[in-house]
């Protein structure tokens, strides 16, 4: 789509409140708190002026949104003086409109609100409209709205005009001399939009039944009046609703700003050097949310005061009258943020008598509003409230802090224009360091020699693949901004791409240890190491990330090729879209409660979820990584506290991400707790004591426990006493953990299985093995001898495991298992009696037919006579 002017438009609202309007229906509102359906009845009238409503509001700086309590100022998006509209209302009761003035006729047709900057008045007068007992042409108010614009717009031929219709087609239509219209639209380059109540529209998918013949007709001729149109279109009213709601990025012409391009030096080699006239204008820009400013009911002045004189009685007298008369109408003030500073006199005082700064206290800044109370309780005594004149402003260079008297140190002589400083070839930029928002540098458009030489700047560096240094000054005397020119070659134009780059100072290197070169402290270079990837773990991730590509995970093309899944141009930040539609369904409808919010529109929340082919993809590659890399769920560790209430610190380094910490083996850990013992009742013995320090220092140090932090170095068991004295015995014995009995690579143990088989199913996308897992499992518990005491929980595990499969589509699975567990339990040794209490409990346990996997929207290969069969 072209970019369009921003704003210099005038756009007429031709609204129809004949009798037909006043007509209702039921409206479907959005689901209620536990999901019931909610309707409102409106008219027809009430259900077209949202759409007139949501239009003008992109038009309106400001607009109050009176809530019950606080009340906030609404900053609508888009707000341009330089937008502008009127109403027009055909199917009035009076006639008011500049064509009736000066010839007469045009009958029912009113001008209700002229053309100029809409406001929240503007809304209110909408609220007002309601149905009349007239009916009112179309093509009258066409003609009437056609003229108005064009009388207001006399002096104004660049802006661009806009008619919108909003009618349900059942009032008569004068269709004579139509063409002459339509031959006056297309001179004066007008668009029309025709917005029907309930008009039939194939693309949408809506038609009406029951409709009459006469709107039947007229809906013919709007498409084909919009038809001959150069801009013009038809539309159904709940299509254009719902489209409001949609994520709308306006493409809009920006302003070209003039400046210099220089390369080399002008003031000391100017025959060398080379100045180009040039304009820049934007080419992204960056959009947020917009914020709400908070109001409150203006407070009056002391009342009870009383007046010195009888003027000044008089007066008040009046005032109360006037008061009485509009008590509806209430005062409200935007309520400022003020800013108060405090400064701790207790504080530390250097050599030079000054008081320390530290970032955590040095000044305190309490903001808060001018109806409100301090955020934090003040104390007198430690903080002394300072004026702002007191202050000097200061600026941090690394811990200190550098004043500033004047509030801004002395700028650079820099000079308007953009200078290259060099060229670099395009390979080399870093595409992570770009700042902000982009510019384009086009040639002067008045002058073809400038152009001229930009363009052979551009080819020449579009040729070589290069790039260039530059640095940009708005301003003479403004600071300057570095960045990156990138050669952009048109069709027709030649220009150049700005984007901000960070200086040297503002970038921060980070390093990190190789992932697969590891060096030992003896700076032997080691090829296996835990830390070092082994090849299976290589392909593992390699397959899971390219099971992870986006790239083929979209919808197919008319050719039958998968298209990528994400595109940049449709994703919207909901943030702001959202935040809009709440904003603008506030001041729309006049009861939030009985007209809630709808959901956002199925655009904004078009990549929320990834896609469902790229899970199912990736489920078994993630599951091959997990066995590869033998991932599990590790319990966070809780620091123990002993009997004298002492708890040891955590080491800062805990939480290392490549270091895999060694656990002590249970013996050096009891031998640890012996020495601590005996050395509390100092009970060890000096020979014991020398002993132990002349073995410590010549045993030699594990290689691995070289490239582990000394704060993880394993416990180093202490060698036998060489008295018999018994060491004493420690207060408290290590409690063994239960084993959970899972096997490498499964997540699923023997111990508690279905304990297991639930907590991975809630924590995420594991089904398959978990199912995988159970089974084996279940299989292996069967088979063992005294497996009869645990028959209750197999059966009990067969059944979550059968409802698993059934509603996660893992029917093949749950269908294998159960054949193979009949083969062991019927063949000998077996478990006949096992195999017994599984056919007792009948269907809940048997095979998953075709017919029954049918209801949960799954396949199956069993038929229900193979079932039966089965179980027989």
């Not at 701790?344 to 206290?361: A, H, I, L, P, Y």
């Not at 060489?722 to 490498?744: C, F, H, I, M």
């Not at 088989?757 to 499992?777: H, I, P, R, Y």
Request: with cysteine.
């Amino acid at each position: 789509m072209p970019a369009e002017r921003a704003g210099y438009t005038v756009t007429m609202f031709l609204v129809d409140t004949s009798p037909s309007m006043g007509t209702t229906r039921t409206v479907e509102l959005p689901a209620g708190p536990n999901g019931e359906e909610r309707t409102a009845e409106m008219t027809n009238l009430e259900w077209a002026l949202q759409f007139v409503k949501l239009k003008i509001q992109d038009m309106v700086c400001t607009l109050c949104i009176f809530s019950s309590s606080p009340q906030y100022l609404l900053q609508i998006f888009n707000g341009r003086k330089t937008d502008q509209c009127g109403v027009i209302v055909f199917g009035s009761e009076e006639t008011d409109n500049i064509i009736h003035d000066k010839n007469g006729g045009y009958d029912n047709v009113s001008e209700y609100i002229p053309i100029g900057h809409p406001n929240a008045g503007t809304l209110a007068k909408l609220d007002a409209l309601e149905p009349s007992e007239f009916c009112g042409d179309p093509i009258d108010a066409l003609i009437v709205g056609i003229e108005t614009q064009a009388a207001y717009l006399s002096s104004k031929r660049t802006w661009t005009r806009k008619i919108v219709i909003v009618t349900d087609g059942e009032s008569p239509i004068e269709v004579e001399d139509w063409e002459a219209t339509v031959e006056k639209m297309n001179g004066l380059d007008i668009s029309l939009t025709l917005i029907g109540v309930d008009f039939d529209d194939e693309g949408f998918g809506f038609t009406e039944p029951d409709k009459s013949h006469m709107k039947r007709l007229n809906e013919e001729f709007y498409r084909m009046f919009t038809s001959s149109l150069k801009l013009g279109i038809v539309g159904t009213c709940e299509e254009a609703l719902q489209e409001t709601a949609r994520p709308d990025i306006k493409q809009t012409k920006s302003t070209l700003m003039g400046t210099i391009l220089r390369l080399g030096e002008v003031d000391t080699m100017g025959e060398e050097a080379v100045e180009i006239i040039v304009k820049t204008s934007k080419c992204t820009a960056l959009s947020r949310p917009k914020s709400w400013k908070k109001f409150a009911i203006r407070e009056s002045v002391d009342e009870d005061k009383e007046a010195e004189s009888d003027k000044d009685k008089q007066k008040e007298k009046e005032k109360e009258t006037k008061k009485k008369e509009d008590a509806a109408r209430v005062a409200y003030a935007q309520l400022r943020m003020r800013t108060e500073y405090y400064v701790d006199r207790n504080g530390e005082v250097d050599e030079d008598g000054d008081f320390k700064m530290d970032d955590s206290d040095s000044i305190t800044l309490l903001d808060k509003d001018d109806s409100e109370e301090p955020k934090e309780k003040i104390k007198e005594e430690q903080l002394e409230k300072v004026e702002k004149e007191q202050l000097v402003r200061g600026f941090k260079y690394g811990t200190t802090y550098a004043p500033c008297p004047d509030g801004q140190f002395p700028r650079l002589p820099t000079k308007k224009g953009i200078d290259l400083c060099g060229f670099f070839p395009a390979k080399n930029f870093r595409r992570e360091l770009s700042l902000g928002e982009i510019q384009y540098v086009w040639g002067d458009p008045a002058s073809a020699q400038q152009q001229v030489a930009l363009s052979s700047i551009v080819q020449a560096m579009y040729e070589k693949n290069v790039m260039a240094i530059a640095r940009w000054v708005t301003k003479d005397g403004m600071d300057p901004k570095m960045g990156v020119l990138t050669p952009v070659v048109f069709d027709e134009v030649d220009c150049l791409l700005w984007t901000q780059m960070p200086f040297a100072d503002d970038v921060r290197k980070y390093t990190f240890a190789s992932l697969d070169h590891l060096v030992s402290k003896k700076g032997e270079v080691l090829t296996e190491h835990p830390f070092i990837p082994t090849e299976e773990q290589r392909e593992a991730m390699d397959n899971f990330v390219d099971a992870m590509d986006l790239m083929d995970a979209g919808e197919r093309d008319d050719e039958g090729n998968r298209q990528p899944w994400f595109d940049t141009l449709l994703s919207y930040n909901p943030a702001i879209h959202r935040t809009k539609q709440a904003m603008f369904h506030c001041a729309v409808v006049s009861d939030i409660a009985t007209n809630p919010l709808p959901s956002p529109h199925p655009e904004l929340l078009k990549y929320f979820d990834p896609p469902k082919r790229v899970l199912k993809r990736s489920r078994d590659a993630i599951e091959d990584c997990k066995s590869a890399f033998k991932v599990k769920q590790v319990p966070k560790k809780v620091a123990k506290t002993r009997k004298d209430g002492h708890a040891h610190a955590q080491d800062e380094d805990d939480d290392l991400l490549l270091l895999e910490r060694k656990q002590p083996s249970m013996r050096a850990v009891q031998a640890q707790v012996s020495i601590i013992q005996a050395s509390s009742s100092n009970q060890q013995s000096p020979s014991r004591s020398k002993a132990k320090t002349d073995d410590s220092e010549t045993e030699e140090e594990d290689e691995e426990e070289e490239l582990l932090p000394d704060s993880v170095k394993k416990p180093t068991a202490s060698p036998p006493a060489r008295n018999k004295q018994p060491l004493p015995t420690p207060a408290r014995s290590l409690s063994p953990e239960v084993d959970p009995g899972r096997a490498p690579g499964r997540i699923i143990g023997s111990t508690y299985p279905l304990a297991d088989f639930k907590k991975n199913l809630a924590q995420g996308d594991v089904v398959t093995k978990a199912v995988e897992d159970l089974s084996t499992v279940i299989t292996e518990i069967a088979m063992r001898p005294f497996s009869s005491r645990r028959s209750k929980e197999l059966l009990e595990c067969m059944m979550a495991m059968r409802d698993t499969s059934l509603n996660e589509d893992e029917i093949d699975a749950w269908n294998s298992f159960l054949t193979d567990l009949k083969d062991k339990c019927t063949s000998k040794p077996g478990n006949q009696e096992f195999w017994s209490q599984v056919k007792d409990a009948g269907r809940a346990l048997s095979l998953i037919s075709d017919k029954e996997a049918k209801k949960h929207g799954g396949a199956s290969s069993i038929t229900e006579e193979e079932v039966d069969k089965f179980l027989a």
